[in-house]
């Protein structure tokens, strides 16, 4: 979406330890009516996939989900993190290692939130490693659901998740692939 | 709002300890279309309020902040909480009193995001006791910014903190006002 990289040039910075801080459009500051044609972009990628429900993780996840799931006309559902995993009640959860804080959190949906039948489509703002979106398809499993694919702002295609996900023969749809960035500059992949 | 009090009734549960879990529809499953009606319905509260930006605090805030922000066509900003007041940088930051976990966190917005001059809706899903948006309203003051008000999905009324607020001249305006809640019922405000 060349409207995304315009926007990641213009306002992106990149921080040590291969961070790219878009807080000024994407979190924690959002740029409401770009992230609505996001949300239109993405349904026209997903428009023949039949998405029931769009799925994401808490806190950052959360806007881009409410732009996809208002523009594909279905719910959005957000897993909420939890430090442990001694957790009751009828929920779904997966374990997620976070390389950036080299730590494990647990991530939990109610059961009522994705039912047998649904068709997900994954939302994140940020796809690097893939471990959070590994466990919202191990959540969409255990639902007994379906993934539709995953729809992410901004790829870090050099961090190689994508394309392991893709290799899985999920469709991956990021609206920015970054093939490398540094000090001289962002490269896209065409 | 008259569709939310429906909702409310038809799709809320009131478990103990005071809470309402609106998880089907408000959080953490979030209804895109009738989050954008309750948008809509902000938009025309606040009409003549001139509003610059929507301020809310992560996560369970994050939904509702953008359905408003998408109405009245201006950035949602949203504060991260944090359990340490030792932050670096160009922020502001205020201490909350959480009385639900019986602790303190920081709420941390940066001073790029709200401006001098600026006209901040607060929003939020719920209002109980107000200290969320005691911690919101200092920040706002500490960057020299006005508050036009503070839109809540569900207010609490029993719970005092929305009247403490008005009684300090913020306007608050909540889409559905809860006066009492147990076993036999809800009863809304008029």
Redesign the interface.
């Known amino acids: 979406m060349k409207a995304l990289e315009e926007k990641i040039l213009s306002e992106g910075k990149i921080l040590p330890g291969n961070i790219l801080k878009v807080?000024?459009f994407l979190?924690?500051?959002?740029?409401?009516?770009f992230?609505?044609q996001m949300g239109e972009e993405a349904a026209r990628l997903f428009a023949d996939a039949g998405v029931t429900r769009v799925l994401t993780v808490?806190?950052s996840g959360?806007?881009i989900?409410?732009?996809v799931?208002?523009a594909m006309?279905?719910?959005?559902?957000?897993?909420?993190k939890h430090q442990t995993s001694n957790l009751s009640g009828d929920v779904y959860r997966s374990v997620v290692h976070s390389y950036t804080h080299n730590t494990d959190y647990t991530i939990v949906?109610?059961c009522?939130?994705i039912r047998p039948g649904d068709k997900v489509l994954l939302a994140d703002d940020f796809l690097a490693n893939g471990q959070a979106l590994n466990g919202l398809i191990d959540i969409v499993g255990q639902a007994g659901a379906e993934v539709a694919g995953a729809l992410i702002a901004i790829e870090k295609g050099f961090q190689g998740g994508g394309d392991k996900l893709r290799e899985k023969g999920i469709r991956v749809e990021s609206l920015a692939l970054i093939d490398s960035m540094d000090d001289t500059g962002i490269v896209f992949r065409r």
Do not use: C, R, T, W
Request: aromatic share 6%; charged share 15%.
């Open positions: 807080g000024s979190n924690q500051q959002i740029d409401v009516e992230l609505m808490e806190a959360i806007a989900a409410v732009g799931a208002a006309h279905v719910p959005a559902v957000f897993a909420k949906v109610p009522d939130y």
